[in-house]
Nanobody, 117 residues
Framework: QVQLVESGGGLVQPGGSLRLSCTASGWISSINTMGWYRQAPGKERELVAT???????NYADSVKGRFTISRDNAKNTVSLHMNGLEPEDTAVYYCSYNTPTRTRPSWGQGIQVTVSS
């Protein structure tokens, strides 16, 4: 079992910045992908960004150039630096953990990000 604990988030004005962090604990594979997804009210959960243990990244088109994902393999943490936030970025953000052998990812409890003036 893998447990994910998220921190950061909150309320920010348009154009502002936030940083989300997630720490994984439990049975952590050396080969894994961690990332962030988000779900806005009335919408499906969608990819924001992922990063492999080899530090290969993948971003949703909507956040490219504004968000940066990074990780610390020694600490089993992943961070999401969000700049230029827009009201459309308002959602609950979920940390994820997955490996090539798992049938489904583990999820954090979710953390609210609200972009509003």
């Amino acid at each position: 079992q893998v447990q994910l604990v998220e921190s950061g988030g909150g309320l920010v004005q348009p154009g502002g910045s936030l940083r989300l962090s997630c720490t994984a604990s439990g049975w952590i594979s050396s080969i894994n992908t961690m990332g962030w997804y988000r779900q806005a009210p009335g919408k499906e959960r969608e990819l924001v960004a992922t990063i492999t243990s080899g530090r290969t990244t993948n971003y949703a088109d909507s956040v490219k150039g504004r968000f940066t994902i990074s990780r610390d393999n020694a600490k089993n943490t992943v961070s999401l630096h969000m700049n230029g936030l827009e009201p459309e970025d308002t959602a609950v953000y979920y940390c994820s953990y997955n490996t090539p052998t798992r049938t489904r990812p583990s999820w954090g409890q979710g953390i609210q990000v609200t972009v509003s003036s």
